[in-house]
């Protein structure tokens, strides 16, 4: 069901972000996503000549985790193409941090306690997201056991459907089902 229809309005700004998961000839997985941010009007900004022009990106950032079928990051890539400011791309190569990290129960954390705050970046922080759940999405379901049961405890009781006393945990992973909800 759509939203209902908005008031009368003008778009002032508009963000993509668009994610892809891809099988390498190697066995392991690019997980790619690209944030880009565009403005309706022209805005002054003295690190881009003067002004970002309307329609020109203000952001346009992508990243890449290369990852095995367990999860685990093997190789972390960054860039910034478009930024308001002439320093931000300094601070992609922070991103190196995740590599040899793995997916799962508690890695947002971890990834924010590498890359958070004034030690990372603001938007390439709010990539992790959508590349975790886009690679949760491209390696699983695969048919493979094990792979059900990896992303299952990455996503277990991290929403409504994924809580451990939920039909779908209970009909799909019995062995992981509490009829009592956690914390309570």
Known sequence: MPLPKPARRKLHHRRQIVC????????????????TDKKSQTLDNPERG?????????HDIRMRLTMDRNLKIHQVE??????????????????????????GSGWHRKALELTGGAQGCTHLNELLKPLTTTAIQTLWPSGD??????GANGLLNTCHTWAQNSPAVEQYLPELYLAEPPNG
């Not at 892809?20 to 944030?35: F, N, T």
């Open 20 to 35: 892809e998961g891809y099988e390498r000839e190697d066995g392991l997985w690019d997980i790619e996503a690209r944030m």
């Open 78 to 103: 960054a860039s910034m193409d478009a930024t308001p400011f002439q320093m931000c791309p300094g601070i992609v190569a922070v991103y190196k941090r995740l590599e040899g990290t793995r997916i």
């Open 145 to 150: 056991e094990d792979m059900v049961k990896l």
């Open 50 to 58: 003067g002004f970002v022009a309307a329609g020109e990106y203000f």
